[in-house]
């Protein structure tokens, strides 16, 4: 099993920057993609940036040359830094963990509010 636990979100600007941080516990050891979804009401689930354990990057067209997705093995954390907020960035950011087993991890999301 694998735990992860997100912060970082908040109420921002247009045009300001926030940085997501996602710590995971437990099965480590047997993670292999980690990434941020984000969910707006009324709108379904949707990937905005993924990162592989060998460092392949993957990035949602609606966020690409705003958000930069990072990952520190040795702390067992994935980054968002999100740059250049809009108002249509407002959600709930959940980070997600794949495992060796495709086994999906989800934590319990982060609220990312973007003021016009």
């Known amino acids: 099993q694998v735990q992860l636990v997100e912060s970082g979100g908040g109420l921002v600007q247009a045009g300001g920057s926030l940085r997501l941080s996602c710590a995971a516990s437990?099965?480590?050891?047997?993670?292999?993609?980690m990434g941020w979804y984000r969910q707006a009401p009324g709108k379904q689930r949707e990937l905005a940036a993924v990162?592989?354990?060998?460092?392949?990057?993957n990035y949602a067209d609606s966020v690409k040359g705003r958000f930069t997705i990072s990952r520190d093995n040795a702390k067992n954390t994935v980054y968002l830094q999100m740059n250049s907020l809009k108002p249509e960035d407002t959600a709930v950011y959940y980070c997600?963990?794949?495992?060796?087993?495709?086994?999906?991890?989800w934590g319990q999301g982060t609220q990312v509010t973007v003021s016009s």
């Open positions: 437990g099965s480590i050891f047997s993670i292999n993609t």
């Open positions: 990162i592989t354990s060998g460092g392949t990057l």
């Open positions: 997600n963990a794949i495992d060796a087993i495709n086994r999906r991890y």
